[in-house]
């Protein structure tokens, strides 16, 4: 059996968009430095939401 290993959270940032580029991405060039922290310290992952796929 597996242990419970913490608390788990679901954090939706709607209106946010992923992108590798960082010309022209308001994102990517502004300081959020506790966004920040958490993708440097947590694991996530990025959904497809537009498109085909939905």
Known sequence: ?????GPLALIIIDG???SPKREGNAIAMASKPFYDELCEKYPQTLLT???ARV
Do not use: E, L, R
């Open 1 to 5: 059996m597996n242990k419970k290993k």
């Open 16 to 18: 946010w968009g992923h």
């Open 49 to 51: 939401a537009h498109g």
